[in-house]
């Protein structure tokens, strides 16, 4: 397998765990919403809004996602790019520390995905 084979699957790799990550997401974002709707209902206002904040920041992070796989995306099309793929690798560590503690299944999914970006990092080095 060529070097720049090899980067491309390991940019694939990181695509499965970010695609899985904001598929959990948007699931996650439906129940939040849905809970708060039932809080508002049932007069529990405090609880509501911060069920509100949470989607909120939730929300922030599957759009910092979705923009992060579409440049993967283009990258693997490209051709791995080392100064994109550090970059992109920086701004999912932020990610993952920002949700390690609400969702720890999927800062661990990311984990995963900062692997991968790690090794073709490392491989694109060579």
Same mark, same amino acid.
């Given at each position: ?36 709707? =039932? ?6 206002? $405090? ?11 939730? $929300? ?14 283009? =990258? ?11 970059? =992109? ?11 390690? $503690? ?11 995905? /900062? ?5 073709? /990092? ?5």
């Amino acid at each position: 397998m060529t070097q720049r084979r090899s980067e491309r699957l390991l940019i694939a790799r990181a695509l499965v765990n970010i695609s899985i990550s904001i598929s959990k997401l948007r699931f996650l974002l439906e129940v939040v919403s849905r809970r708060a709707s =039932i809080m508002r209902e049932r007069g529990f206002e $405090d609880t509501a809004r911060e069920l509100e904040r949470q989607r909120e920041m939730l $929300d922030r992070v599957l759009a910092e996602l979705e923009a992060i796989s579409e440049r993967l995306k283009t =990258i693997v099309s490209m051709g791995a790019i080392h100064a994109d793929l550090v970059g =992109i690798n920086s701004s999912i560590k932020s990610i993952r520390n920002s949700i390690k $503690d609400l969702q720890p299944e999927i800062a661990a999914s990311l984990g995963e995905a /900062i692997s991968y970006i790690e090794e073709a /990092i490392e491989s694109s080095k060579s």
